[in-house]
């Protein structure tokens, strides 16, 4: 179906589910993009690589961009942070639709497309996770598998994480591929109680770390094993590890040592134009 089609469905769909005045999409340059409080919101898209061939696109994932004006731009954290638990809900709806229409151009490429959910959403929506965004999938012509959906597990949810674990085996229920990413920031007793029981019962297809996450493990402090630990169970049970943020060639490196399945980051974009563009070699002393 052309992409003017498409928009067009989904504004009659969206404007009457939510008692819209004014269709929240709209095509400008090639993209859908919507507007919401004096904000644009928009897709960016950022390649994930194999790991071991880092000129391989095995995925591409979405980020929302919030653009105040021409020469500005909000945080996707700041869209999010003042709504209700229905407006979390439908705005995160209507931010995957944007990520999936404007997929489209790429979606011959058979990659995955990651999808940040907020936790907000799995919460709040109590049974059937993923049934609303599946129709969505269908009518762009894509498969349920191919899309990751993405969540933060961060101890801000730490009494409602076996909520999260439903909402996510529902989301695999329904076909869908998932990934976790753990909250880097949070202590030592988050990582030993809740994060490595949270693998063994989701078991997610990704697990997206930033480099930075695993930077201490080098140290060899106590704040350290949680994490050595975890990146342990990583790699016993079925899933792919993607270290993302990696920014030069001492984190390419070192996500090398960590074993990483897939990589994301700017030293990857920046490399990827040299000839024969390889994974760097491991450090003698890693």
Do not use: W
């Amino acid at each position: 179906m052309p992409l003017q089609d498409l928009v067009e469905y989904f504004n009659q769909r969206i404007s009457t589910e939510q008692g819209l005045g004014e269709p929240p999409l709209a095509i400008r340059g090639g993209q859908v993009e919507s507007l919401l409080g004096g904000l644009r919101l928009a897709t960016e898209f950022h390649p994930i690589r194999k790991a071991t061939t880092p000129s391989e696109i095995v995925g591409h994932d979405a980020t929302l961009q919030a653009i105040q004006s021409e020469n500005s731009q909000a945080t996707a954290a700041k869209v999010f942070h003042s709504a209700d638990e229905g407006g979390v809900i439908n705005l995160d709806r209507l931010c995957r639709t944007i990520h999936m229409l404007n997929y489209l151009p790429i979606a011959h490429e058979n990659g995955y497309l990651f999808l940040h959910t907020h936790p907000r959403h799995v919460l709040g929506v109590k049974r059937d996770h993923g049934a609303y965004f599946e129709e969505v999938i269908f009518r762009c012509g894509l498969s349920p598998r191919r899309v990751v959906i993405t969540v933060t597990v961060t101890p801000v949810y730490d009494r409602q994480l076996s909520l999260l674990q439903e909402g996510l085996k529902n989301y695999q229920n329904r076909g869908y591929s998932t990934a976790i990413k753990f909250d880097e920031q949070a202590d030592e007793a988050f990582f030993e109680r809740y994060c490595i029981e949270f693998l063994h019962r989701v078991t997610p297809d990704f697990v997206r770390l930033d480099g930075g996450f695993f930077a201490r493990l080098r140290q060899g402090d106590d704040e350290s094993r949680p994490k050595a630990s975890l990146l342990s169970v990583i790699h016993t049970l079925d899933t792919q590890l993607l270290v993302e943020g990696v920014k030069d060639i001492k984190e390419a490196r070192f996500a090398e040592t960590l074993r990483a399945a897939l990589v994301k980051g700017e030293y990857y974009e920046n490399a990827v134009s040299a000839p024969g563009l390889q994974p760097p070699k491991r450090l003698a002393s890693a």
